[in-house]
Every structure is written in C-alpha cells, then in structure tokens.
C-alpha cells in the first residue's frame, strides 16, 4: 500500500473519530500507533491501544514519548481483541484499522462475539482492504496485498459481513470507500461505521 493511501485511511478514521467526539476510545490491534498517535492528539479523556505484538507495543511507546498527547489518560496492551478484559466493556469507540484481515475466517465469530457483544462500544469504526481495487495496486490476482492477510473482500462481501453482525447485536450500519473513489472499483481501503441504536446522538 502506497504512503498516500496509508495517510488517506488514517485521516478518513481520524475524521470520523473527530466528528463523534467520543470521551474513551480503543484501539483494537494498534501496531506500532500510526492511528494511536493521531488519536493521541485529541482532547479524550481515555486511550487504549491493544496490540498481540510486544515488539509494535514498545515501538509505540518510543514514538509516544517524542508526540505531543492531550489525551487525559493512556494505555498500552499486550492483549487479544478475542479475549477482552472486563474493563474493556462500554467504550464510547473503538476502532480497528486494517486488522480484521489478519486474522483467521474461522475465528471472525469469535471477534464478533467479543467485540459486539463482549465489549459493546457505542461505536465500532471497521476498516479492511477493498479486494476490487487490488488490480490497480499491481496485486496479481492469486495474491493478497500482504503475506499475513487471511483473506481481502469486495466490497459485497465486506457489507454482507457487517450488516449480518450489526443485525445481530443491535448496531446500524453505514459504508464509505477510502483511499480513493474509482467509479467501479472503489476506494482502496473500505470502511463500516457502527453505532448501537440506543446510543445517544
């Protein structure tokens, strides 16, 4: 993935976490903070980044000690977004950015379990690579744009997802493409917005 198209899905993210001026929010599979920095900077009264990885946990915190932060309150995890502690319940956003695909088909239910139910937050900010622009990245066809992703859906089968998960836990849904806006193709980056239906507006 280019740099531009890295940068546009952090803005689009960014933007979107802004506009719902959420007090706490996670970072489910934070890596090395690109979006955590961003989110750092906001006026929150929480920040959580949650990370399997040791080593992209440390590199965070070395690039968090040199990142002006106005969030009130931050944390860094060696966690599994599948198996959530009790304290992660409740969270006015959580967000997870280019994550899902890492992780194995069979085992989605599992994040949907721990996720939606498990940890509820009032909003859910999802965003994964959109297959059908992969031609116009140069990715052949047999391939995935990154050797740990588990698999990388069209923007059908993306939407089918979520809106089944959305339905069965209560959220609505609503989809915007980022990193881009071919006519046929999309954006090369895709991006669903949950909101549970009693939330507050």
């Keep these: 993935m280019t740099t531009w198209h890295h940068e546009e899905r952090l803005r689009a993210v960014q933007d979107a976490v802004a506009h719902l001026a959420p007090a706490r929010v996670a970072d489910l599979g934070c ?36 990142h002006p932060v106005n969030a009130a309150q931050i944390e860094l995890r060696h966690a599994s977004m599948t198996d959530p502690a009790p ?18 088909p069979d085992h989605l239910s599992r994040l949907e379990r721990a996720l939606f139910h498990t940890m509820r937050p009032q909003v859910v900010i999802v965003t994964t690579p959109n297959a059908e622009f992969n031609p116009l990245l140069g990715v052949p066809a047999h391939r995935f744009r990154h050797p740990d992703h588990r698999f990388e859906w069209s923007r059908a089968r993306f ?8 339905r069965s836990a209560g959220y609505d849904v609503g989809f915007h493409d980022i990193a881009g806006a071919h006519p046929q193709l999309g954006g090369a980056s895709q991006m669903a917005i949950f909101k549970t239906r009693d939330r507050d507006e």
């Design 31 to 66: 890596g090395d903070g690109d979006l955590f920095l961003r989110l750092a900077a906001l006026p929150l009264e929480a920040l959580i980044g949650l990370d399997i990885c040791q080593a992209s946990l440390d590199r965070l915190r070395e690039r968090l000690a040199k």
């Design 87 to 104: 304290d992660l319940a409740g969270f006015d956003c959580a967000v997870l950015v280019e994550t899902i695909e890492h992780i194995d």
């Design 159 to 166: 939407r089918q997802w979520c809106e089944r998960a959305a």
